[in-house]
């Protein structure tokens, strides 16, 4: 018999919470589909391609602040040139007369303003990016919580973790007054509570980096700074209908993966809180209808002749993403004609809904930038994600009573975990494969499944189910993917790699993320599986000494890590790596609550202590 604290992803929860029958009911009327051999997907060429999605307009303050920041590329030229800065920025008066002042800018031939000119603009006009959300001492921050971290018991891990805790206090911040009072001079969103950033250049918070905080704020025993994140993105689904890709105007097309409901029930196993849950399970069933509805919705009928209904990315969007206008212009400017690069947009804008921005897994052809398709992709993450966003609902709805619910969504999420096995699971691999669609598919149409549609391409993602209990409590399957995982040649020195392609994108290889760590980890880990829980810790391990020799070296947690080289930082995409880093150290704390770390083991790489 499952319960509400065996599903949870932390078993060091101290709230007893009912228990029900859940998983043994799945089990008995889902399992894994039969196997059959899989050729390597195919996938087609964008022939005839249209865009034909929604899209929800922007403000004219961000439009204006993309002009400014096609100035600023004129003007200070490609060199260490971040886009998104211009759109960070703040208005010091109205719009009209900062506009017409940067329409008498004096210009050269070419357009371009002088740098003495346009740096004199800039500071009687803008205030600068960030200084929008000012510093908050966050109420719950203590220098060494009671119960932190008891199984670390090396004396240098444990103070290198009251580092990374107090990174926390840098993190956290509050939206200005000035927000709140003038909200149109500003492109930062409103929100209700204080915020922990990921760091750097992502000056606002963030949807699906929020889950990977949070665990870090349960390790630190911050229950109310993470109860804030929750209220903040529950009051966002409340303003938009869902949560959106981060606290920015130019971030209202798309939202990102759907963690809210890992969020909401992590905290109430540790806390108890069911106001939290209450005041969550409306939105949340918000959030499902975001996601299994209009766009997002696809149809595929099986090879037994069986529909089924998943989800997809797709971003309601069409033009240059405004963070990063200048850059997508320069890559569309390949394209012929005006409704290819819609498309094209729509993609990128998708990608980032994704969180995965970007990869050759949205490839058609992997040296070809231009051939990105998400929306023409049932992604096995997402659906995961909404998967356990079910079982979630599921749990919360018996929690405050309410039956109908709880009825309905555990008959949705059957129909999605069979709708996982017969679309995504590869047998023959032992891993779920993300799945081709064809071109401009409508939610009404419904795809035939073909197993050449499947993606043979190997990439961390194929390996995410495993964090949900479904299948990491199946012996069968979790021996499969083990055998699968430890062949696949993703496996670094140092972690997890994203993929095995080295693209120059940020989402393959060489790099590894904490987020795909720590399901990957936590899934094998919460097996019954001595070899998979013997690798679990063996990946934390590596992920942990890596995490800690990049800061001794550096001073900073990092963004993401090469995980060929213990102790190296991660590269490649459209920005500079960054520092901070809200979900790098979540993992890390989650990861030493969970495994610890012996008194007599040595830290570093090479177990060379630094």
């Known amino acids: 018999m499952a319960s509400f604290r065996s599903r949870s992803s932390n078993s060091n929860g101290n709230h007893p919470a009912s228990s029900f029958s859940l998983l043994l009911l799945f089990l008995l009327l889902a399992s894994v589909s039969a196997s059959e051999t899989v050729p390597k997907a195919m996938s087609k060429p964008a022939t005839g391609n249209f865009d ?188 938009y209908g869902y949560v959106l890709n981060g606290a920015r105007a130019y971030y209202t097309n798309r939202s990102q993966p759907p963690l809210l409901s890992a969020m909401v029930y992590d905290i109430y196993n540790r806390t108890g809180d069911l106001d939290l849950v209450k005041k969550a399970l409306p939105a949340l069933l918000k959030e499902h209808q975001f996601w299994n509805s209009g766009i997002h919705k696809v149809n595929v009928q099986d090879d037994r002749g069986r529909n089924h209904t998943l989800s997809r990315y797709y971003a309601m969007w069409n033009k240059p993403r405004p963070e990063s206008s200048t850059i997508d212009k320069a890559h569309a400017s390949k394209l012929l004609n005006a409704s290819e690069k819609e498309q094209f947009y729509r ?41 356990k966003m079910e079982l979630d609902i599921v749990s919360m709805a018996q929690i405050v009573g309410d039956n109908k619910t ?38 009404q149409e419904c795809q035939r499944w073909k197993a050449s549609n499947q993606n043979n391409n190997t990439f961390a993602s194929n390996f995410v189910p495993i964090w949900i209990d479904l299948f990491n409590s199946d012996t069968c399957i979790v021996e499969k993917v083990r055998k699968s995982f430890q062949s696949s040649g993703l496996l670094g020195a140092a972690g997890i790699a994203t993929s095995l392609t080295r693209s120059g994108e940020q989402w393959d290889f060489p790099n590894g993320w904490a987020p795909l760590q720590h399901m990957i980890v936590e899934g094998f880990g919460k097996s019954g599986s001595h070899e998979a829980k013997s690798m679990a810790q063996d990946i934390a391990m590596r992920w942990i000494n890596t995490n800690y020799v990049a800061y001794k070296e550096t001073g900073a947690m990092h963004e993401k890590y090469n995980v060929e080289k213990c102790g190296d930082i991660g590269g490649g995409g459209e920005y500079i790596p960054q520092t901070g880093f809200g979900w790098s ?26």
Not at 180 to 202: A, K, M, N, Q
Not at 208 to 224: E, N, P
Not at 600 to 609: A, E, H, Q, T
């Open 52 to 239: 034909r999605g929604p899209v929800v307009p922007t403000t004219p303050l961000v439009t204006f602040l993309e002009r400014v920041q096609e100035s600023a590329l004129a003007t200070f030229g490609q060199k260490d040139f971040d886009p998104k800065l211009y759109v960070d920025l703040s208005l010091k008066f109205d719009l009209s007369a900062t506009v017409t002042a940067f329409h008498k800018l004096p210009r050269n031939a070419t357009g371009s303003v002088s740098i003495p000119d346009f740096k004199e603009f800039m500071h009687e006009y803008f205030d600068g990016a960030g200084n929008d959300l000012v510093y908050t001492e966050p109420p719950d921050f203590v220098p060494e919580p009671d119960g932190f971290l008891p199984k670390v018991k090396n004396p240098q891990v444990r103070a290198w973790a009251l580092e990374v805790h107090a990174l926390w206090k840098n993190l956290s911040r509050r939206v200005s007054c000035s927000v709140l009072d003038r909200p149109e001079f500003h492109t930062l969103l409103p929100l209700p509570g204080p915020v922990v950033i990921p760091g750097s250049r992502f000056r606002e918070v963030y949807y699906w980096d929020s889950y990977w905080v949070i665990r870090g704020l349960l390790a630190s025993k911050m229950y109310k700074t993470a109860k804030a994140i929750v209220t903040n993105l529950i009051y966002l689904i409340d303003t």
């Open 406 to 443: 709880a009825e309905s969504f555990l008959k949705a999420a059957q129909a999605r975990k069979a709708a996982i096995d017969s679309v995504f699971w590869n047998e023959e691999n032992g891993q779920w494969l993300d799945y081709w669609i064809s071109n401009g598919t409508s939610s």
């Open 347 to 387: 993609e990128l804008a998708s990608i980032a809904e994704s969180g995965w921005d970007f990869s050759t897994r949205w490839m058609r052809n992997t040296s070809d930038f231009t051939t990105l398709a998400i929306t023409s992709i049932l992604p096995v993450d997402l659906n995961i994600f909404i998967l």
């Open 585 to 610: 150290n979540g993992v890390v704390l989650a990861f030493l609550e969970e495994f610890g770390w012996p008194a007599d083991l040595k830290i570093g790489c090479n177990g060379v202590m630094l």
